[in-house]
Antibody
Framework: QVTLRESGPALVKPTQTLTLTCIFSGFSLSTSGMGVTWIRQPPGKALEWLARIDWDDDKYYSTSLETRLTISKDTSRNQVVLTMTNMDPVDTATYYCARAWIAVATIDYWGQGTLVTVSS | DIQMTQSPSSLSASVGDRVTITCRAG??????LNWYQQKPGKAPKLLIY???SLQSGVPSRFSGSGSGTDFTLTISSLQPEDFATYYC?????????FGQGTKVEIK
């Protein structure tokens, strides 16, 4: 059974760095064809793809946010970490991590999401 | 980045109606198109991948078609549990991009 869970602060101040951890089970990031993706959704708005890390440590980022994002993995602990620097109120959103099934180019399992509010 | 445009942005329909949602890509994406369903307060759920493949466990009233730049999600007979927001997403290139969503509401 594949599960993912996001962990991180619910509130960050403007200019701070956000660190989110995705803890997953039921698959391994050492398995060829697997990846973990981060996606966010501001309240009442559409989904926005942020970043992905693959089993071979290839990393991909949103064009508009790549200077602020860093994604990394700890395969032995089944965790993926996303950091976003210089947080702003417009970054207030629910942040999801999800499994990327790269062989069929899709995202098939999602975490429940974690709401991050940026406010002083 | 590949822009994805969905239409309509919202629609009202009745139980039993046939519903069609369209997604257009800004360039050809072959068949690398996924559809997700999202209910309020919940994470999205994969319905269709590679344009027309039904994800395991998804009812057969959902179907997808298209290739190149134009794609369609069809619900053959709308059920009460289908009222939700639907998103398309291209998986042809990174960064992956989503459409703006189509909200299906009760008429």
């Amino acid at each position: 059974q594949v599960t993912l869970r996001e962990s991180g602060p619910a509130l960050v101040k403007p200019t701070q760095t956000l660190t989110l951890t995705c803890i997953f089970s039921g698959f391994s990031l050492s398995t060829s064809g697997m990846g973990v993706t981060w996606i966010r959704q501001p309240p009442g708005k559409a989904l926005e793809w942020l970043a992905r890390i693959d089993w071979d440590d290839d990393k991909y980022y949103s064009t508009s946010l790549e200077t602020r994002l860093t994604i990394s993995k700890d395969t032995s602990r089944n965790q993926v970490v996303l950091t976003m620097t210089n947080m702003d109120p417009v970054d207030t959103a629910t942040y999801y991590c999800a499994r990327a099934w790269i062989a069929v180019a899709t995202i098939d399992y999602w975490g429940q999401g974690t709401l991050v509010t940026v406010s002083s | 980045d590949i822009q994805m445009t969905q239409s309509p942005s919202s629609l009202s329909a009745s139980v039993g109606d046939r519903v069609t949602i369209t997604c257009r890509a800004g360039q050809s994406i072959s068949s690398y198109l996924n559809w997700y369903q999202q209910k309020p307060g919940k994470a999205p759920k994969l319905l269709i991948y590679t344009a027309s493949s039904l994800q395991s466990g998804v009812p057969s009233r959902f179907s997808g078609s298209g290739s190149g730049t134009d794609f369609t999600l069809t619900i053959s007979s709308l059920q009460p549990e289908d009222f939700a927001t639907y998103y398309c997403q291209q998986s042809y290139s990174t960064p992956r991009t989503f459409g703006q969503g189509t909200k299906v509401e009760i008429k």
